[in-house]
Nanobody, 120 residues
Framework: HVQLVESGGGLVQAGGSLRLSCAAS????????MGWFRQAPGKEREFVAA???????YYGDFVKGRFTLSRDNAKNTVYLQMNSLKPEDTAVYYC??????????????WGQGTQVTVSS
């Protein structure tokens, strides 16, 4: 069982940056793929980014080089650096863990989410 706790969300102006963190419990963190999804009000949960257990990175089409995903296995933490934020990036961002990467929200473990609000 894996527990995930997100942090780093907040309010930022358009063009600004935020770094989200996701801390995971458990001693087998390095064997998990880690992902980020987001969900805006009235919309479906959307794939943002994922990193496999061997470090392969995958990004949603809308990211277009603005976000960077990294992981620190020594700290059981994954980071999502978000730059050039736009108002349409406003959503609750969720961290997820599983043993494989898929771009649909069918992951085994989820965090509680952290709100990101981008003002225009």
């Amino acid at each position: 069982h894996v527990q995930l706790v997100e942090s780093g969300g907040g309010l930022v102006q358009a063009g600004g940056s935020l770094r989200l963190s996701c801390a995971a419990s458990g001693r087998t963190f390095s064997s998990y793929a880690m992902g980020w999804f987001r969900q805006a009000p009235g919309k479906e949960r959307e794939f943002v980014a994922a990193i496999s257990w061997i470090g392969g990175r995958y990004y949603g089409d809308f990211v277009k080089g603005r976000f960077t995903l990294s992981r620190d296995n020594a700290k059981n933490t994954v980071y999502l650096q978000m730059n050039s934020l736009k108002p349409e990036d406003t959503a609750v961002y969720y961290c997820a863990a599983d043993h494989r990467v898929v771009t649909t929200p069918h992951w085994d473990y989820w965090g509680q989410g952290t709100q990101v609000t981008v003002s225009s």
